[in-house]
């Protein structure tokens, strides 16, 4: 009796040091995006989500509808897409984004890519910028900053925000004969008037708004220095509407409905079974 005794004391202990080694052990985090509301890795939105909850006056919601399931919309809403690339967007997805806009629905589509069928509508093609090097090693070697400005405009004065360039992974062309168009910000070193980060295009009732930086709309961008103030500027082009974010077309879902499972999930009977 008194061996087992101290046999249980010793493993307690054991336990209690691989305990205390592993609190004490750096953090690891992962820098793959997922634009997850349950992820608070610093490419989910689990932070970015909480902030805009707690801080856009009218409601903001997190679903998994798509573009097509959200035309039934009675109100008018803001509509926020967040993902990493579009460029398989269907023609029912560039229907439903036009359907929705036109009804008075204000789109911010924050995507580094919005497929050709997309871009050629807008008139306005992105493409690759920004280093190659993780974020975590050029921030280690002390590298700096890129620079995006906001241009002024009727609600908003000139402002600068500093981000790594790894987050300002693409940049947008906008054509000269383009349908009307407000560009609202760009790098500071661009050299041709015509390029921007982000562009709000008036259409119908409401409007579209591209953004080609997704990496800003997550965790770590959210909470990078003052650059929240960025996304909540961008959010203004929502119009105070109520806020919906769809995570239908984000890596996790997409990956989901690859899977054998994904029917048995998606039927009830089958889900409460399994």
Known sequence: ???????????????????????????HFRWEPTFSHNDKQPFGCYVLDSVLSASLPQGYTVNRQTL??????KQPHGILLIADDMTEMTKTDVK?????????????????????LMEDTLRCHSYQRGSSMPLVQYAKKGFGRDTIEWFADHRYKRREYRFYPQLLNHEMVVQTDSIACRILSSVVDTVKSNLATAVTFPMGKGSITWVCTPLIFTNFGILDANNHEYIFRLLTETGGLPVIRTEAYGPAVQAAEQTPLRFIISQRPLRWAL
């Open 1 to 27: 009796m008194k061996f087992s005794r101290v046999y249980i004391f010793c493993i307690l202990i054991f336990l209690l040091l691989v305990f205390l080694s592993e609190y004490r052990m750096p953090k």
């Open 68 to 73: 097509y399931q959200m035309r039934d919309l």
């Open 96 to 116: 439903s984004v036009l359907t929705l806009a036109e009804k008075g629905h204000r789109l911010l589509l924050v995507t580094g890519s919005c497929g050709r």
